[in-house]
């Protein structure tokens, strides 16, 4: 008899448990539908502002618009590999150089997106010369599965890893970097990298959400008429 009991109990045991589950990642998930949307509307906001005049950059700056004086260093170009929607699917690079503040910070500054074509020619004309520029301050990249690893022998990235690309160029670079908006000294070939891309994150948390919490219902729904039928 206890054995039956027990048996019985263990599709109400499992109902139990697994439904706490799914209620538990349908409510993370709105959690981070919630964070999400205040991180666009953040980045909406800051791309409307005016950029700010700032001598110290620090995490705390991801995704401010700032202007910053000084000068690109020269022979310290990065290729980042990406195809862009705008130029239909293309392959190119996106180039990225070294920024030295006047006051001697370095940032890495993402320049301008250019075609695979014009690889070999890219570092021809790039200037030197202070100037002031203005971008948006990002945070680097992490590595995922599916990406192969950076090809560092032929100057080639497939991942923004800041820290990787410090110890390749040999200098002092933080943990983010610059998008420029609106670069006016580089080849014509070079195209600018447009921001209002930022603000097209994917954003499915709420049909996440929604899955698992369907899937709970489900589940009880399941049970309810198993147990009916038990109790006939």
């Known amino acids: 008899m206890k054995l039956q009991r027990s048996i019985k109990l263990l599709p109400l045991l499992f109902t139990i448990i697994t439904v706490s589950i799914l209620l ?31 001598q110290l950059m620090s995490q705390a700056n991801i995704y401010s618009k700032i202007n910053l004086h000084g000068k690109f260093l020269t022979n310290h170009d990065i290729h980042l590999y990406r195809r862009i929607a705008s130029q239909h699917g293309q392959d190119g690079y996106y180039l990225l150089s070294p920024f030295q ?47 192969p690893g950076n090809d560092l022998k032929n100057n080639i990235w497939f991942i923004l890893d800041l820290t990787q690309i410090a110890q390749f160029l040999k200098l002092e670079l933080p943990e983010f970097y610059l998008l420029q908006l609106e670069p006016d000294d580089l080849p ?12 097209k994150i994917k954003n499915d948390h709420l049909e996440y959400a929604l899955t698992w919490f369907i899937l709970a219902i489900s589940l009880i729904i399941i049970f309810i008429v198993y147990a009916r039928k038990e109790s006939n």
């Open 24 to 54: 538990l990642l349908g409510f993370w998930q709105l959690q981070r539908l919630q964070d999400k949307n205040l991180l666009l509307k953040n980045i909406g906001h800051n791309l409307n502002n005016q950029p700010l005049d700032i």
């Open 101 to 147: 503040t006047n006051n001697n910070q370095l940032i890495l500054v993402a320049r301008g997106w250019f075609k695979s074509m014009y690889k070999s020619e890219i570092s021809m004309g790039l200037s030197s010369s202070p100037e002031q520029i203005s971008g948006i301050i990002l945070a680097g990249e992490q590595k995922q599965f599916f990406i």
């Open 188 to 199: 014509d070939f070079v195209k600018p990298i447009l921001a209002d891309n930022l603000t």
